[in-house]
Each structure stands twice: as C-alpha cells, then as structure tokens.
C-alpha cells in the first residue's frame, strides 16, 4: 500500500487509537465517543456568527525578534513568554485548509502550515489563503511533497521530497518556506538533516504538544489535548485532515484568551536568516 493510500485509509478509522507527542508513543481514546454534529460552514462563512470571540492579543513587535537557537530541532520557543506556535500539517482535507483559512480570518489568529504539496487542498483554497500568506498572518512550511518517513530514501529522493515541496509553494503561493520544514513522523537523522540542510532547510520543527488529530478523534478529545498543550512557549501540532477541530475553534480561541497567550509564526518569533 502506498504512503499516500495508507494514510487515507487510517482517516476512515474510528478514533480510537491517536498519535501523540511522541513519534513512537501512542494514547488510546479511554472512552467510547459520539461526534458533535456541527456542521461544517459554507466557503467565506463566518465560524462564529452570532457567537463573541473576543479579542485575541497582537503578536510580539518585530524588534523583539531572536536569532535563531544553532543546532538541533526546534521542539518549543526559547525564552519565558506568552506565545503560542500552533502549527498545523498536511492537507488531507480541502475543507479543514479552507476551514482553518477562515478560522484565522474570523478571529486574527497567527498559524503556520506544514504543507504536504500532493494534495490537492493547496491549489483549491489558494485564493482564500495566498492574501493571509503574502500579510504574514499564516506562514508555510515545508513538510515534504508527498510526507514520507524521509529515513528510509536515499539522498536523492530526500532532496526530491523537499525540492519539489519548495517549487510548489514558490509557483503558487510566491514564496518558499525556508529555513523551516518538518519530518513526517518526526523521522529523521544525520542525513536527512545534511541533505535538508543543502537545500536551505536547516531548521526542522517538531512540536512540544499535540492535539493528536492526525488521525479521527472527538471534538472533546482536542479541547482535552488544548487544554493540556496550550501552555506558554509551547509549539503545538494539529492537522488539517479531519472535520471535527473544525467545530471546536470557538473553544480553542477560549482556551488562548483565558491564558493571554499571543499566538505567532515562527517568522513572528525569529530574526529571518540571509
């Protein structure tokens, strides 16, 4: 089964089982859940009519920007603060990409997306998202062209992965994401990092909390994992595959507001290399 069909076919499983923070740890759903039926919102919908958000903060002003930590993964911002990276990955889903578009422009919040070029969501909510993109308000990141476990190809196909990611966001989004990408599966070594590295990829970003929403969980399952990861300095991962983190925005902006948390980019927290 290919990569691309096996990670399809783990979206139409029950939300039993999800991943975690960890690569190689997994947490079992501990009780049996019903989805909420909410629907999703129509292309251009508010998410929150008729419901108050309230204000969520600005980011950081960009004289307090940092360089960039040398060496190693970036698993959560340095420094005692009040921000908070969501990051977000993949695509499986053209309706969670345009979901979470809207999401940021309904309520101002700051993301970052792992982009997995293959699908097709990134071409279809272009026109939504490349204006949030092009003001800083949503950044891009490289998560490979098609998310393989990288540790397993040859250098040449590992550049391929990240070269052919880079020109697909250049063409259509009219920027490239360096110097940050992510392993899929966190998955990745000496190599893979001297190979990311000559491509200009020389920051990999993995995560110090998780929604564990790669696979199909309960809407009150991650407002848990929010709950537990919306912590100061954390960088935080979600997925853009399935529906119900669609329905659960008004709680997760809650969860920022109640803290003060500043959500911001990467490109919010640190100094752009040359």
């Given amino acids: 089964m290919s990569d691309l069909n096996r990670r399809r076919f783990l ?13 190689a740890r997994c947490i079992v759903d501990p009780q049996s859940r019903t989805f909420a039926q909410t629907p999703t919102p129509n292309p251009g919908e508010s998410l929150f009519a008729g419901r108050s958000t309230g204000g969520l903060l600005p980011p950081p002003p960009p004289t307090s920007r940092i360089r960039l930590p040398g060496g190693g993964a970036l698993s959560q911002l340095p420094g005692n603060g009040d921000l908070l990276a969501l990051t977000v ?20 919040i700051r993301l970052t997306f792992f982009v997995n070029g293959v699908y097709d969501s ?28 990288l540790t397993t190809l040859p250098k040449s196909e590992i550049a391929q992965q990240l070269k052919r990611n880079d020109d697909f966001l250049k063409k259509t989004y009219g ?36 929604l564990s929403d790669s696979t199909l969980i309960t809407e009150e399952y991650i ?8 912590t100061p300095q954390a960088i935080v991962i979600g997925h853009l595959n399935h529906k119900p983190v669609t ?5 997760l902006v809650e969860i920022i507001r109640e803290r003060n948390l500043r959500t911001v980019t990467l490109n919010d927290v640190f100094l752009k290399t040359p």
């Fill in 247 to 251: 329905h659960v925005y008004p709680q």
């Fill in 223 to 230: 407002i848990e994992m929010a709950d537990q990861f919306f």
């Fill in 11 to 23: 979206g139409s499983l029950a939300a039993s089982t999800v991943l975690a923070v960890g690569a």
């Fill in 122 to 149: 990134w071409t279809e909510n272009v026109a939504a998202l490349r204006p949030l993109v092009e003001s800083g308000q949503i950044q891009l990141g490289n998560h490979t062209w098609s998310h393989p476990d």
């Fill in 89 to 108: 990955d993949d695509g499986v889903s053209s309706e969670v990409v345009g979901a979470y578009t809207q999401f940021a422009k309904d309520t101002g």
């Fill in 175 to 210: 920027s490239g994401a360096k110097p940050y990408w992510r392993p899929p599966y966190a998955k990745r070594n000496a190599e893979v990092d001297a190979v990311a590295a000559e491509f200009g990829y020389t920051v990999p970003v993995l995560w110090s909390g998780s």
